[in-house]
Antibody, heavy 117, light 107 residues
């Protein structure tokens, strides 16, 4: 069974940093591109970042480019999102998702990040 | 960026009814479209990919169609467990973009 379990969320002050993790199991992690997608409270879905299966190619949404860094450790089957210079508008539930030919076929349960002083 | 315009924003339907949700892309996305269902407090679940392919385990009452810039999701014989929000997503070109969502409720 495919499982994606996010961790690392919480309350953080504006301008500070936070690192999210996503532990994958039930599939060969190194065979799949992965992504982070977020959802602000009562809002829609926003793609944040994607990374290729080997980790060499990354893409970022304009709203996080230069502040967030996506990475992966295939030996640990874990995806990461380093979030720096956080802003109030980054407040959202962050989902880890497996990317399969463009669509996201499996999602984690999500982790809440609240940016507030 | 490719803009996805989803309609309607909300929808009320009766059990057993057929409902249709639509997404229009700002340019041709060549069937690079997925549909997701999200129940309250839960993560999104893939329903349809490549515009018309049913994801594993998804009931056959869900179907997708369309081409070019116009796509739709149809739910036949609405069940109570279909109450949820539905989102489209284009993945033809980066950045991936989502529709604003359709909230489906029971009448």
């Amino acid at each position: 069974e495919v499982q994606l379990v996010e961790s690392g969320g919480g309350l953080v002050q504006p301008g500070r940093s936070l690192k999210l993790s996503c532990a994958a199991s039930g599939f060969t992690f190194s065979d799949y591109n992965m992504a982070w997608v977020r959802q602000a409270p009562t809002k829609g879905l926003e793609w944040v970042a994607s990374i290729s299966y080997g980790g060499s190619n990354t893409h970022y949404g304009d709203s996080v480019k230069g502040r967030f860094t996506i990475s992966r450790d295939n030996a640990k089957s874990t995806l990461y999102l380093q979030m720096d210079s956080l802003r109030s508008e980054d407040t959202a539930t962050y989902y880890c998702a497996r990317r399969s030919y463009g669509s996201y076929d499996y999602w984690g349960q999500g982790v809440m990040v609240t940016v507030s002083s | 960026d490719i803009q996805m315009t989803q309609s309607p924003a909300s929808l009320s339907a009766s059990l057993g009814e057929t409902v249709t949700i639509e997404c229009r892309a700002s340019e041709d996305i060549y069937n690079g479209l997925a549909w997701y269902q999200q129940k309250p407090g839960k993560s999104p679940q893939l329903l349809i990919y490549n515009a018309n392919s049913l994801h594993t385990g998804v009931p056959s009452r869900f179907s997708g169609s369309g081409s070019g810039t116009q796509y739709s999701l149809k739910i036949n014989s609405l069940q109570s467990e279909d109450v949820a929000s539905y989102f489209c997503q284009q993945y033809y070109d980066y950045p991936d973009t989502f529709g604003a969502g359709t909230k489906l409720e029971l009448k």
